[in-house]
């Protein structure tokens, strides 16, 4: 696939570059240097969140996420 930086994304709030964590969120974290993971979720975490690959054809994949109650 050749060089790339992966990028999460939540509406415009860039969340992690690369390696990066840019969010100041401490609840935010890259899981095995790819995976968003946001720990003790809650019902304002829930939306889009897009993962994006910038490369010479950049990708882009938009995952939903929803918070289920108790």
């Known amino acids: ?7 999460w994304k939540r509406g415009i709030a ?7 964590k840019i969010t100041p ?4 974290r890259l899981v095995n240097g790819y995976s968003l993971q946001i ?3 809650v019902t304002q975490d ?4 897009i ?4 490369m010479l054809d950049p990708r882009e994949i ?5 918070i289920l109650g108790k």
């Open 14 to 20: 860039i969340l992690t570059a690369g390696a990066a």
């Open 51 to 54: 993962c994006q690959i910038a």
């Open 62 to 66: 938009t995952h939903h996420v929803e």
């Open 1 to 7: 696939m050749g060089a790339y930086v992966l990028a």
């Open 46 to 49: 829930a939306g889009d969140y």
């Open 39 to 41: 720990r003790d979720a």
């Open 25 to 28: 969120d401490p609840r935010v």
